[in-house]
């Protein structure tokens, strides 16, 4: 079964990169040979948006207080290329990597799916038999956060 996620960013500057992450972020990381750093980081989550035309990916870091998250990072030298925006979900602001690319940080409003159970669906031959539908625990509504 699924035990994880493996995420990968691509870069032209290796090594400030994985510096960055490690020496300003403070992600845990285990060296997988010649320096390449694996990198432990917080729980996640996933989401699926719509789009139009070809998909693509992005990823955010989550913060609890988005302002107190912006002064610590400020006092390691990160930048922050655009001012704080509120969104629906959540507020937002893009940090600057050594490397000249972003990283979306955010201070969530919506519910958390985070330390949250999985909802069991049941498989059994039973309901495909009778062609009935499988039930679906729902899941609570999560907290918001502060």
Partial sequence: MIF?????????N??????????VLEFPAVDAGHGWLIFATPPSELAIHP???PGYAELYLMCKNLESTIKFLQKKG?????????????RLVQIRLPDGQTL?????????AIGRKPAKIATTKRHR??????KVRKLSKNRRTS
């Avoid at 994880?4 to 032209?12: A, D, E, P, Q, R």
């Avoid at 290796?14 to 020496?23: E, G, I, K, N």
């Avoid at 990160?78 to 959540?90: A, H, K, L, M, Y």
């Fill in 4 to 12: 994880g996620m493996h995420t990968i960013l691509y870069s032209k």
């Fill in 104 to 112: 979306g940080l955010y201070q969530p409003s919506h519910p958390l």
């Fill in 78 to 90: 990160v930048e922050f290329p655009s001012p704080i925006t509120d969104q629906r979900w959540g």
């Fill in 129 to 134: 038999a009778k062609g009935k539908k499988p």
């Fill in 14 to 23: 290796t090594d400030a990169v994985r510096a960055f992450f490690r020496d």
């Fill in 51 to 53: 789009v139009e035309g």
